[in-house]
């Protein structure tokens, strides 16, 4: 694989990414190539923060005041970065959901998704330069899916409805930060958003629609444009499709796009293993 420390899998939610991303792990482990799998959820993710509060001093302050006989559970789950401090508000919730209730449904709104733009930046940021230098003093390769792309351009584009160019700046941010890794990019998309989408909600809750429907057109881009129901989503997701792909194109990385609209899986996994140069 020349050497390559980093494998990445991006795409629209459905397109794959997290089977495909099972599939290259597997297919390294065959080929006897020490890696580690890390997909969207892990609250272990080192490139990535999955149910993460974010407070500045003061906030973590009132919010221990708030809370005196839960100080030693907030400190057990505090990491400090930089001037904030962390609160891994998943594991708390894993330990016990209805002791610690209150507490959670507070750390909720302070969760890295859901701060400021630009604390969001400063912290992904830090965590990619935390995550290179963590993976060039191991050994192997780590396989990723979403947080390099997906999860960026759902807060900046459809969050914050940022510019083309202003997104593009931020991940080529990130790109020169991986560059070390040789890393690899697999981006697969579809002609017809609508067709992923409507497989993928047949799959899963209506509380995730629901949220899928308010996040992308009552906020940023879908509701500047005044998208509403899953047509809005529909829209916003083409554009933001349309986005990833110029912005894939300016990238440097080793990167392979794949319109998997027929879902010719067979096809598609050779062509992504010729391009990792792994054998099946």
Not at 59 to 68: A, G
Not at 227 to 248: Q, T
Not at 259 to 274: F, M, P, R
Request: aromatic share 12%; net charge negative.
């Amino acid at each position: 694989m020349n050497h390559t420390r980093l494998i990445l899998v991006e795409g629209i939610p459905g397109s794959g990414k997290t089977s495909t991303a099972r599939y290259i792990k597997d297919q390294l482990d065959k080929n006897g190539i020490f890696n580690t799998l890390f997909l969207e959820g892990d609250l272990n993710h080192p490139a990535d923060y999955e149910f993460v509060a974010c407070l500045d001093l003061d906030e973590y302050e009132d919010l221990k005041d708030r809370y005196p006989e839960l100080i030693h559970v907030i400190d057990q789950y505090t990491q400090v970065v930089k001037q904030y401090k962390l609160i891994y508000y998943g594991k708390l919730q894993q330990l016990s959901i209805e002791t610690h209730k209150n507490l959670i449904d507070e750390l909720v709104r302070f969760d890295v998704y859901n701060v400021s733009l630009d604390r969001y930046q400063e912290l992904i940021v830090e965590r990619w330069l935390n995550f290179v230098r963590q993976v060039q003093q191991s050994h192997g390769t780590v396989i990723l899916e979403c947080c390099f792309l997906q999860n960026p351009l759902t807060l900046m584009f459809g969050r914050f409805n940022q510019s083309k160019l202003t997104i593009t700046d931020f991940i080529k941010r990130l790109e020169q930060i991986i560059l070390p890794l040789n890393p690899k990019l697999i981006y697969f998309y579809q002609d017809d958003i609508r067709l992923t989408i409507d497989r993928v909600t047949n799959e899963r809750s209506n509380e995730w629609l629901r949220h899928l429907i308010w996040y992308f057109t009552e906020q940023g881009y879908g509701k500047e444009n005044g998208y509403h129901g899953l047509d809005g989503v529909c829209k916003v997701l083409k554009e933001r499709k349309e986005y990833e792909l110029d912005i894939i194109n300016q990238l440097k990385i080793d990167k392979l796009t794949i319109n998997n609209t027929e879902s010719n899986w067979k096809a598609v996994l050779l062509e992504i293993s010729d391009f990792l140069k792994v054998s099946q």
